[in-house]
């Protein structure tokens, strides 16, 4: 019952904080796919329109933003869609294409896509094994008779990028993850066939409605428009 009491005391005060004059602080959380090229470009359209409102801004993994917008803690979160979406209301906030990013002067630079085939004998950088796409990329290889010789794992496509500018390998990656061209080095090539990608934008189920969390959740969209205009 005090946790309860707790709880409606902090969204009351949260309310008062966020109102229509556009005062207070907007509390954000994202996936790293998303968090240091899409956010980041909503962030500053937001501010521009709003230099008055503070944002508190996180990027986690994905099971982190979950539970910090379930609990209250956090008004909008960005995560994968293998979260549990239970406590936070939810809905598909984009489905981007997954692109194979490598050094620009690799042997398959050329190529306008990458099959499973031509990835037969490289050195792989794989998404962690939970991961969906990784899920999908494991169905796609075993289809068409590969097993990929994955160097590495890891959870953050960022890391791929990097990695893969620096000579180590080939990896499937999140075109937002270099977005703005923030690393150099590399080239992206679409990996046909086609595995997506699938972020859930998320709210807490008793979250405050306010014009600056709209305007924010809208800026949100129109980076999400401007970095892949199919969707």
């Not at 982190?64 to 979406?85: M, N, Q, W």
């Amino acid at each position: 019952m005090k946790a309860n009491l707790v709880g409606l005391d902090r969204l009351k005060l949260r309310a008062a904080q966020i109102k229509e004059v556009g005062t207070g602080t907007i509390r954000v959380a994202s996936l790293s796919a998303l968090g240091h090229g899409l956010v980041p470009r909503a962030i500053v359209a937001f501010s521009r329109r709003h230099p008055q409102v503070r944002i508190s801004y996180q990027v986690r993994t994905s099971n982190v933003v979950r539970d910090l917008v379930a609990s209250g803690s956090f008004d909008i979160g960005l995560a994968a869609d293998e979260v549990d979406t239970s406590g936070v209301l939810h809905s598909v906030f984009n489905t981007p294409r997954a692109v194979c990013v490598m050094p620009k002067n690799h042997r398959l630079a050329a190529k306008a896509v990458i099959t499973p085939t031509d990835l037969a004998d490289e050195a792989f950088l794989a998404l962690s094994p939970e991961d969906t796409v990784r899920v999908a990329m494991n169905k796609v290889f075993a289809a068409h008779g590969v097993r990929p010789r994955i160097l590495i794992e890891t959870p953050y496509g960022l890391t791929i990028a990097i990695l893969a500018a620096k000579g180590m390998g080939i990896g499937l990656v999140n075109p937002s993850v270099i977005a703005d061209r923030m690393i150099a080095g590399i080239i992206a090539i679409p990996f046909e066939p086609a595995v997506h990608f699938r972020a859930l934008i998320l709210r807490p189920p008793d979250g405050i409605n306010s014009t600056l969390i709209a305007d924010f959740t809208a800026e949100l969209y129109a980076a999400r428009n401007m970095l892949s205009p199919e969707e």
